[in-house]
């Protein structure tokens, strides 16, 4: 959620210092959304298709984070852009990927107050992030140490579901069994 909103609140300022019109700031801005959109539906049917979860989070998040740290190191403002579109397009190709994972580590009533403990903390993390990416901002003048905190979150969230794992048994004992008549 940190790599989310922070893209989203901040991508229109980063695009505009690229020394582009408001019109290209707002048809640019588009582009890592609607690349995002396409990655989300193709990634979360592969995750489908082949029942796992974990990795399909894991990918994604650690690309994402790479492509940010990418973005933030290139003085050229068309290879920023491009990194910035893989790492929205990373972004939003996780989050789905990661929803089914707490059932798949609890059941029962600890599934439901663990789904409201990330519930929670991921809105807190839609306050640190943006807020963090203003401050580095202001502090440094560039937006280069915003995106360098954005990828260490987001490869923070991918090695933190490859070391909690998950039982794919629960997982797929949460979901219901529909038969045909």
């Known amino acids: 959620m940190i790599g989310l909103y922070s893209l989203g609140l901040w991508l229109p300022q980063i695009v505009k210092n690229f ?7 707002g048809l640019l801005t588009a582009i890592p959304g609607l690349v995002g959109a396409l990655a989300m539906v193709y990634w979360t049917r592969h995750s489908d298709a082949t029942g796992e979860r974990k990795w ?5 998040s650690v690309l994402g984070g790479i492509a940010l ?3 933030a190191s290139t003085a050229s ?3 920023s ?16 990927s990661f929803w089914p994972l707490p059932t798949a580590m609890l059941s029962g009533a600890a599934a439901a107050g663990g789904i409201a ?35 260490g979150f987001m490869m923070l969230s991918g090695l933190i ?13 949460s979901a219901p069994v529909h038969e045909a008549p």
Request: include cysteine; charge should be neutral; aromatic fraction near 12%.
């Open 19 to 25: 020394g582009v019109s408001i019109m290209q700031t």
């Open 69 to 71: 740290a990418a973005s």
């Open 77 to 79: 403002p068309p290879v």
């Open 56 to 60: 399909h989070m894991i990918i994604p």
């Open 161 to 173: 579901v490859l070391i909690l794992g998950h039982d794919t048994r629960l997982e797929r004992a």
């Open 117 to 151: 403990l990330i519930n929670a903390l991921g809105n807190l993390g839609g306050f640190v992030g943006p807020f963090f990416v203003g401050w580095m901002k202001d502090f440094t003048g560039a937006f280069a140490g915003g995106l360098y905190g954005l990828a």
């Open 81 to 96: 852009f491009i990194f910035l579109t893989i790492a929205g397009g990373c972004i939003y190709a996780a989050l789905p």
